[in-house]
């Protein structure tokens, strides 16, 4: 196989991982597995077809209808359940599919209703309520009203889940407004019980961060998606799981060579050499994920030594500081996440260099970066036994 720019996704680590949320949260609520963004940039299909022959996810969480028909042409037959309310005129896919949808306002349930009536299909229903995240869902004081719509004027439709979603779901300093939140929503999801006359089957509101630092909010089910993939939501206190990173990020030296003292490097000329020194061109840029706020600042891993980001990150190739002696030559591993050696850079380095989070990291790694699962940790001596991921 051509070794290349690519990303190793570590299946055995993304179930061991699971394996540890499972057992945590001991035998009580069930756990839906985020895998929308492609599965946070590891491969949807690949992850979500682990969780589900292990038997590690009762559900899948995604964020748009096409994430979902994708899952369903790859034979997951898990319940999927869309975040976010469809738009009408994706509603009749996500239910030839099979993919459960949220509702949170009148007319959106009513076009619902008509799409499962086309059908002839009684479908399951979710109902969002904002509770002070500020993004989608009912307010708390109209959700009766509106499951109470549902009741009398959808017949077509059945209210499985209530859900809503923290703002601060770990922070210190939010615990307060957390016990707000998950106050307002047991009030809410009381009172659409009484609405209809029983519990909706599935109640939830916990993420990774509630999960961690707050088991009041667990409820019947718990999303997560960050611990599955081997990580903790950015500065979490509180990490009593032993997580094991499922992705790492690999390229190879393009091109080496000797630059006097005072030369510039890259567009813009924002670094010039203090010292005689060696230069690694590599073929991955800012379109591969390889972002450009890691320009002067990020580092690499080369034989097991860093070596910093020199000048800015192209679209297409990174330049990076060997040192004024080297025996590095083009073809020569690189790590861009992952370890080498005694070294490693980690999803959050990369996060906190460019002021963002875990997730967004591993989410911006582009199409072209072949993904490559493989059953145990690379060991640099090639990729045996790897398969694409799908």
Known sequence: MLYKTHVQINLDHVRRNLEQVRAFLGPGPRLLFAVKADGYGHGAVAVA?????????????????????????????????????AFPDEMADALDAGITLPVCEPSNLLALQAAAAARRARARVHLKVDTGMGRTGIAPEEAPGLARTLA???????????????????????????????????????????????????????????????????????????????????DCPVRPIPLAPALSFHTRVAYVKRVAAGASIGYG?????????????????????FSRLLSNRGRVLVAGRSCPVVGLVCMDQTMVDLGPETRVRAGDEVVLIGRSGDQEITLYELAKAMGTVPCDVACQIGRRVERITIPQVFTGRGLTGARPAS
């Open 152 to 234: 009398r004027q959808c017949p077509d439709l059945y209210l499985e889940g209530v859900f809503t979603h923290l703002a601060v779901g770990f922070e210190a300093d939010g615990e307060a407004f957390t016990r707000e939140q998950l106050g307002r929503f047991t009030r809410t999801v009381e009172q659409i019980a009484s609405v209809l006359g029983r519990m909706p089957e599935l109640v939830h509101c916990a993420s990774s961060g509630a999960i961690l630092a707050h088991p009041e909010c667990w409820l019947s089910m718990v999303r997560t998606g960050t611990l599955g993939y081997g990580y903790y939501p950015l």
């Open 49 to 85: 077809s682990l969780a589900e022959r292990a038997g590690l996810a009762d559900w899948l969480g995604l964020a748009t209808v096409p994430e979902g028909i994708e899952l369903r042409r790859h034979g997951i037959k898990l319940p999927i359940l869309k975040f976010s309310p």
């Open 269 to 289: 000329r924002t670094w010039t050499a203090p010292r005689d020194t060696w230069i690694a061109t590599l073929p991955v840029g800012y379109a591969d994920g």
